[in-house]
């Protein structure tokens, strides 16, 4: 997969694919970049990109519960949430509606949703009654993908570093651009999921020195953001 391809690509599922090939071995590897966390939000994402699923309560339940586990809050209640998508699994219809949310669910709830986190977006895309039926869907799951693991056709999502001896194939974010005022206006960011003042950041990072030009187009850009996005994790020290 060239860049070009995983800038344009709308199938969020060949790309989550693509990170688990081992391809990028010069660097850090796109391979490590699956983590618990990235993939739960992505999922969360998925969800909350979807019609289908904002009127299913079960998921709606289990997006939220995931996102504070990966925040931090433990993971001990998504996990009696898995049991329940797996009970409802079986007493849902096989290939309904109402079979493939469940299943959306039990996959974003699951253990292993670092490896398998590009089965939300599948299922959710066979509950909504495929793309013709929501249009732009594909679209917005491949968008939400790009906007938490970013950079990864290069091997990161983009580095911290004290004194950067590049030049790098991925963003770098120089410790001391990270300001109080550019830390506290992602924290804000983060906290309220305000991503509408990325923008703010863009020039706060600007008035710090920043002359990543990847980073500061990512905050100008039209998005869409999503909680887990890479440039907010990068001021924060998220991973």
Not at 4 to 16: K, N, P
Not at 110 to 131: E, I, K, Q, T, Y
Request: aromatic fraction near 6%; include cysteine; glycine fraction near 8%.
């Amino acid at each position: 997969m060239t860049e070009a391809d995983w800038r344009a690509s709308d199938d969020a599922v060949d790309l989550y694919l693509y990170l688990q090939l081992d391809v990028v071995p010069r660097y850090r590897t796109a391979r490590t970049l699956l983590t618990r966390r990235l993939g739960a939000l992505f999922g969360v994402a998925c969800v909350r990109a979807t019609p289908a699923a904002l009127d299913h309560p079960p998921l709606v339940r289990a997006a939220e519960a995931v996102e504070r586990a990966a925040d931090g809050g433990g993971w001990a209640d998504v996990g009696g949430l898995n049991r329940e998508a797996e009970a409802a699994c079986d007493t849902h219809t096989p290939e309904s509606p109402a079979h493939h949310l469940a299943m959306a669910t039990l996959r974003l709830t699951g253990d292993d949703v670092a490896r398998c986190s590009m089965h939300v977006p599948l299922f959710l895309l066979r509950a909504s009654g495929g793309p013709a039926a929501v249009p732009g869907l594909r679209r917005a799951y491949a968008d939400a993908l790009r906007d938490v693991y970013g950079h990864a056709i290069r091997g990161s999502r983009g580095r911290r570093m004290k004194r950067p001896a590049g030049p790098y194939p991925y963003p770098v974010l120089r410790e001391d651009w990270v300001t109080s005022a550019v830390a506290a206006l992602a924290e804000g960011i983060y906290a309220d999921q305000a991503f509408h003042h990325l923008p703010v950041l863009a020039d706060a990072l600007e008035d710090a020195g920043c002359t990543d030009e990847a980073i500061v187009a990512h905050c100008r850009g039209p998005g869409p953001h999503v909680r887990g996005c890479w440039v907010v994790d990068l001021v924060l020290g998220k991973s």
